[in-house]
């Protein structure tokens, strides 16, 4: 998608800026993305990457998915957005914000959290419920607060956390930081944490989350947000996210 309306020149300031062969040399162009919290190690790798290969310098807003689909549905500009699942998405799609169709580009997995060496011997979801264990979750509200209602639910298990994190890297700090023995956050977080271990959660009661990503209408660096798009969904962007423990598309 990208990679043809950077292909031609296309006359246009915003092509050009991403060219070496329009005759001006590169200039360097910015570009907003948001993005959900738990994307941040493997979009700031794309993010650098970008800057090498295009010019393109990035400025991220990470945050839970729900506050940067009420920023943006308030006026919030941005030139990307990336969801941590379907539904806010959609909410951004419903208000007419998209510029195109929103296309997936990865897919994440629940795993459970604890200190390193796993202290407090957690080994399934059902230990989540056990007295005097401190958990914490993220907010129903938050797309990993979703899906790990929805994991607890198939597994039977009732739990009563501490505090509720309007994102997931609030519950991966917790319990880096020695303030909850155990919470439910993505794959990808304890791969790219190396503060904590991760308990894995059978398949029968994990959730995949899906997630999308979409060049919004009002972008003012139009070309710049398709190359980012055509990179995450490129090959290279791909490993990047693997490499993250994400599962690719």
Known sequence: MAASMLAACGGTSGACALQTSCGVGPVRTTLTV????????????IGAQLLTTN?????????????????????????VFAS?????????????????????????????????????HVHSLADLAR???VVVLAD?????????????????????PASLEQQVTGVLSKVALGEADAGIVYHSDIVTSGKVDGVVIPDNQ???????IAVLKSAQNQTGALAFVDFVV????????????????
């Open 84 to 120: 941590a699942d379907v539904a806010h998405m959609t909410t951004v799609q419903s208000a007419g914000l998209l510029h195109s169709q929103s296309v997936l580009f990865a897919h994440n997995r629940l795993e459970i959290a604890v200190a390193r060496g796993n202290p407090k």
């Open 34 to 45: 948001f993005a959900a919290a738990s994307l941040q190690p493997a979009f700031d790798k």
């Open 206 to 212: 994990n959730v995949i989350a899906d997630y999308p």
């Open 234 to 249: 490129s090959t290279d962007g791909q490993s990047i996210l693997r490499a993250a423990g994400f599962q690719g598309v």
């Open 140 to 160: 129903p509200s938050v797309p990993a607060g979703k899906y790990a209602a929805q994991a607890l639910k198939a597994a039977g298990v009732t739990v009563h």
């Open 131 to 133: 007295s005097g264990l």
């Open 55 to 79: 010019n393109v310098a990035t400025t991220f807003s990470y945050a839970g998915t729900q506050t940067l689909a009420t920023q943006l549905t308030q006026g919030a500009p941005a030139d």
